[in-house]
């Protein structure tokens, strides 16, 4: 089992930015790759960034692209988001998700789960 830990969420005016942070314990060894998602109210789960184990391959959602970067920590088990030019349609619950297959990287289905983190942008 791989338990995530996010942390970083809270309250930003539109303009500002955040940054997420996740770490991962237990069976680190067979993440292939991690990612953030994020739930509005009333609204699906949906995508917003990954990386892979290695570091070398990034996928972002078009929403976010050019605002958001995803990043892994020098300690290969702490993952990142920071988020840039907030607006208040990026108000989410923020979940940090980890796979242990390509498949699920190239598909965005994931296994393991955060509990979330509220990311709140006003206006």
């Known amino acids: 089992q791989t338990q995530l830990v996010e942390s970083g969420g809270g309250l930003v005016q539109a303009g500002g930015s955040l940054r997420l942070s996740c770490v991962a314990s237990?069976?680190?060894?067979?993440?292939?790759?991690m990612g953030w998602f994020r739930q509005a109210p009333g609204k699906e789960r949906e995508f917003v960034a990954a990386?892979?184990?290695?570091?070398?391959?990034?996928r972002y959602a078009g929403s976010v692209k050019g605002r958001f970067i995803i990043s892994r920590g020098n300690a290969k088990n702490t993952l990142y988001l920071q988020m840039n030019s907030l607006i208040p349609e990026d108000t989410a619950v923020y979940y940090c998700?980890?796979?242990?297959?390509?498949?699920?990287?190239?598909?965005?289905?994931?296994?393991?789960w955060g509990q979330g983190t509220q990311v709140t942008v006003s206006s």
């Open positions: 990386i892979n184990w290695s570091g070398a391959s990034t």
């Open positions: 237990g069976r680190t060894f067979s993440i292939y790759a």
């Open positions: 998700a980890a796979e242990d297959s390509r498949i699920g990287y190239e598909t965005d289905r994931y296994t393991y």
